[in-house]
């Protein structure tokens, strides 16, 4: 299994401002990707972070909006840039462990934008 | 495209019953594969279950078994006798590069 930390798990935020979420892993791992989680809704795939390069975003998602960085194999961030009240979501980072297919969680960092 | 479709937004049951959260999915890959996950009111994730398309073997582990038709693109998630503590919202999800979920079903067991 792995074991996935997402920091911060909570924050309060202003509107026009940014903020960081960190997402560790406890084992290397060749695919991570962000998703969020809107009050009520499903998951909604952000983008896929690639260690080295740039991020692969889904429709309706952009870089400037979400930049991703993905150093190495265990450790990814996302950023929340200049914030609306309509940000306000729970962002999870996931994993994918190819040797048995699980996709794990983090326990996510919900987001409150006034 | 691909689409996950949880027709059922909301069960509720009386503990001890059986319930089956439906799930039908749409794609164009012939390699994909289907999860299950398990939200509680606690907000985590949960893994249940990962099928790949070849396999359509029904499962059974303890109280949840799942049903993968091809032919009618379901994989549908039974709970038999239903206990409070399984209360939460459950979700399909379809992968075949990226992981899509279903809307989720909102289960709730009374006592």
């Known amino acids: 299994s792995a074991v996935i930390s997402q920091k911060p798990s909570r924050d309060i935020c202003q509107r026009g401002t940014s903020l960081t979420i960190q997402c560790q892993v406890d084992?290397?791992?060749?695919?991570m990707f962000w998703y969020r989680q809107q009050p009520g809704q499903s998951l909604t795939l952000i983008a896929t972070?690639?260690?080295?390069?740039?991020?692969?975003?889904e429709s309706g998602f952009v870089i400037d909006k979400f930049p991703i960085s993905r150093p190495n194999l265990t450790f990814s961030t996302l950023t929340v840039s200049n914030m609306s009240p309509e940000d306000s979501s729970i962002y999870l980072c996931?994993?994918?462990?190819?040797?048995?297919?699980?996709?794990?969680f983090g326990e996510g960092s919900r987001l409150t934008v006034l | 495209a691909q689409k996950v479709t949880q027709a059922q937004t909301e069960i509720s049951v009386v503990e001890k019953e059986d319930v089956t959260l439906d799930c039908v999915y749409e794609?164009?890959?012939?390699?994909?594969?289907l999860f299950w996950y398990k939200q509680p009111p606690s907000g985590e994730l949960v893994f249940l279950i990962r099928?790949?398309?070849?396999?359509?073997q029904n499962e059974i582990s303890g109280r949840y078994s799942w049903n993968f038709q091809k032919s009618t693109s379901s994989f549908n998630f039974t709970i038999t006798a239903s206990q409070v503590v399984d209360s939460a919202v459950y979700f399909c999800?379809?992968?075949?590069?990226?992981?899509?979920f279903g809307q989720g079903t909102e289960l709730s067991v009374k006592p």
């Open positions: 996931s994993v994918l462990l190819w040797e048995t297919g699980e996709l794990f």
């Open positions: 084992s290397q791992v060749t695919m």
């Open positions: 099928r790949n398309s070849f396999d359509e």
């Open positions: 972070a690639n260690q080295g390069s740039e991020a692969t975003y």
């Open positions: 794609t164009r890959d012939t390699t994909y594969y």
């Open positions: 999800a379809l992968q075949g590069g990226k992981l899509i």
